[in-house]
C-alpha cells in the first residue's frame, strides 16, 4: 500500500552505502524549526516512522518499524515481513495527527505520543479508532456472513515523554472508566503505556535503537 509523503532525512540516510547520518547532526536539523516540542517532534517521527512514495524511504521506515515491534514482542521479523500502514486521516475520536498504524504479523499496531500527560481517556479513543479501521479493513459484506470472519488482533501503546513522574509502565484499561462494573466485564480494551525518558531506563529502549534516539532527541529539543 503507498504510504504519505516522501522524507529528505530518510532518503540521505539510506542511500549513503547503508551507513546511518551521526544522530547528533540529525537532531540539530529539527532542533531548528524552535523551541516547540511537538513540531520537532513530529517532524521527527514523520522522518523516522511514516513510510512514503520512495522506494529507500520506504524501506528505512518499515526497517524502524520492525525494530520497534521486534522489541515490544520479542521477536525477529525481518524486512522480508508484511507490513501495511493503515493510519486514517483526519479521525475526530483521535485528534492525534502523529499516531502510526500498521498492519505486521496478522496484527494492528496502534502507536500515539503524549508530550506532556498521559490522557486516561486513551482507551476510549482507541476503541472508537479500532472500529473506523476495521471499516477500512472489512469488506460491508463480511459482517453479514455467517460464517465467522476473522480479524486482525489490535495492539494499543503510548509513548510518554513528559516531565511528570510516571511509572516505566503501566496499563490503562476501558473498564477503569465504566460507571458500573458487572462481575464480568462485557468489553475491555487495554493500553499499554512505556515511559521512554532516559531517566527512566526503560527495558524496551535497549532493545529498539530507534526508540532509544528519539529519546535523546526528546531530550534535547526540551534544552
Same mark, same amino acid.
Given at each position: ?5 516522501? =522524507? ?14 551521526? !544522530?547528533? /547532526? ?8 524552535? *523551541?516547540?516540542?511537538?513540531? @520537532?517532534?513530529?517532524?521527527?517521527? #514523520?522522518?523516522?516512522? &511514516?513510510?512514503?512514495? @520512495?522506494?529507500?524511504?520506504?524501506? %528505512?521506515?518499515? #526497517?524502524? !518499524?520492525? =525494530?520497534?515491534? /521486534? @522489541?515490544?514482542?520479542?521477536?525477529? &521479523?525481518?524486512? =522480508? ?25 496478522? *496484527?494492528?499496531?496502534?502507536? @500515539? $505520543? ?5 490522557? $486516561? ?33 489490535? $495492539? !494499543?501503546?503510548? %509513548? ?11 496499563? +490503562?484499561?476501558? =473498564? ?6 458487572? #462481575? ?5 480494551? $487495554?493500553?499499554?503505556?512505556? /515511559?521512554? /525518558? *532516559?531517566? *527512566? ?15 535523546? %532527541?526528546?531530550?534535547?529539543?526540551? +534544552?
Amino acid at each position: 500500500m503507498p504510504f504519505g509523503k516522501t =522524507s529528505l532525512l530518510r532518503r540521505t540516510t539510506v542511500i549513503r552505502g547503508g551507513t546511518e547520518t551521526p !544522530f547528533a /547532526n540529525r537532531w540539530s536539523r529539527y532542533k531548528e524549526i524552535g *523551541k516547540k516540542v511537538p513540531q @520537532a517532534y513530529l517532524r521527527y517521527v #514523520e522522518d523516522t516512522f &511514516l513510510p512514503c512514495d @520512495a522506494a529507500d524511504a520506504r524501506i %528505512f521506515a518499515k #526497517e524502524n !518499524f520492525l =525494530s520497534l515491534y /521486534n @522489541a515490544l514482542h520479542g521477536t525477529n &521479523l525481518q524486512l =522480508s515481513c508484511p507490513v501495511e500502514n493503515i493510519k486514517l486521516d483526519n479521525v475526530m475520536y483521535m485528534n492525534i495527527v502523529n499516531d502510526v498504524s500498521c498492519l505486521v504479523d496478522d *496484527k494492528i499496531i496502534v502507536l @500515539a $505520543e503524549h508530550q506532556s500527560t498521559v490522557n $486516561e481517556n486513551m482507551p476510549l479513543r482507541f476503541l472508537q479508532y479500532i472500529a473506523r479501521l476495521y471499516e477500512k479493513l472489512q469488506k460491508p459484506t463480511d459482517r453479514y456472513l455467517r460464517t465467522l470472519s476473522k480479524i486482525p488482533t489490535p $495492539e !494499543f501503546y503510548v %509513548f510518554y515523554n513528559g516531565l511528570n513522574d510516571y511509572p516505566e509502565t503501566t496499563v +490503562l484499561k476501558l =473498564s477503569d472508566a465504566f460507571i458500573t462494573k458487572p #462481575e464480568r466485564i462485557p468489553l475491555d480494551l $487495554e493500553v499499554k503505556v512505556y /515511559n521512554i /525518558n *532516559k531517566s *527512566k531506563g526503560a527495558e524496551v529502549l535497549s532493545r529498539c535503537k530507534t526508540l532509544d534516539e528519539y529519546s535523546l %532527541f526528546i531530550e534535547e529539543v526540551r +534544552l
